[in-house]
């Protein structure tokens, strides 16, 4: 009984989460929306991948109170071939998930921004071992 009372719930959430999506996502497709969310999800896990490996070396060396995110893109600039190299691409602090979130409202070519910020990261691979990896990567959501 138990069992049976904890699928019904489980059920009715899915059944709310997808109305949910449905409302969200309005006249767009479903599969384009799908591919839209994974897209951002997908930049947004490499941002704070991104940002995690560099703050992580720099409290290795002993600068415990920095951030990425925070620093300037001519900074940032100075250690894009070391980062590529090691990560296989490069985004500037400026570019980064949790940096045009906050400036998402207030961005009135908020489509055509994201689109330039993913090329970037796509090109940051050309000519590394990566390359093959990230080109193209954004082309099915945006």
């Not at 719930?9 to 384009?32: K, P």
Request: hydrophobic share 35%; net charge negative; aromatic share 12%.
């Amino acid at each position: 009984m138990i069992d049976n009372k904890k699928e019904q719930e489980r059920d009715e959430l899915h059944r709310t989460i997808w109305n949910m999506a449905n409302d969200l996502r309005g006249s767009v497709d479903g599969w384009d929306f799908k591919q839209y969310v994974l897209g951002m999800l997908f930049y947004r896990y490499i941002s704070e991948n991104f940002v995690k490996y560099v703050n992580a070396g720099e409290a290795e060396a002993g600068n415990t109170g920095f951030d990425y995110a925070r620093l300037a893109d001519e900074e940032a600039e100075e250690a894009r071939e070391d980062l590529v190299q090691t990560k296989g691409y490069f985004i500037m602090p400026s570019e980064l998930f949790c940096n045009m979130k906050e400036r998402a409202s207030s961005n009135e070519n908020l489509n055509e921004t994201l689109e330039s910020v993913f090329r970037n990261i796509e090109s940051s691979a050309q000519g590394h071992d990566s390359e093959n990896s990230f080109k193209g990567l954004f082309d099915d959501g945006f």
